[in-house]
């Protein structure tokens, strides 16, 4: 069981609190913010970036973080990576993240029920056939 909901809730409660609402959004606008950060993914991607990493330096991701500074390291991927306190995580899975921050906030702002709306379309998408549409990149 998903709670999308909730995080949407928190996400946009987030960006209202920061100022990101002040002025109303259009539909537009957001998809234009969801290219951007899935643009930004593909960058990290051509610039041979990890996942993830973390900006000692900003916008250095060759200057490793001095090791005072780990926290908690838990599993990513098929290796351990370490979180650093204060430090801003970067890499194509974040921006890829970011992404979904967009689209939870809009959904919150919205109150479309994630969890239920994710869960039928999933449902949904069980019941069609292997490469359906034959659309070729």
Not at 89 to 110: K, V
């Amino acid at each position: 069981m998903t709670h999308l909901n909730e995080l949407a809730k928190d996400i946009h409660r987030n960006a209202v609190d920061h100022g990101w609402w002040d002025e109303e959004r259009t539909f537009g606008d957001i998809v234009a913010l969801c290219h951007s950060e899935l643009s930004e993914a593909l960058e990290e991607y051509r610039a041979g970036r990890p996942l993830l990493w973390f900006a000692c330096n900003e916008g250095d991701p060759g200057h490793p973080c001095d090791p005072a500074d780990e926290t908690d390291c838990f599993r990513f991927g098929h290796e351990a990576e370490c979180q650093y306190r204060d430090k801003k995580p970067e890499g194509i899975a974040i921006e890829m993240i970011d992404c979904l921050i967009r689209i939870l906030d809009w959904c919150g702002r919205h109150d479309i029920d994630v969890d239920t709306l994710l869960a039928m379309k999933h449902e949904y998408n069980k019941t069609r056939p292997y490469k359906h549409g034959g659309k070729q990149l």
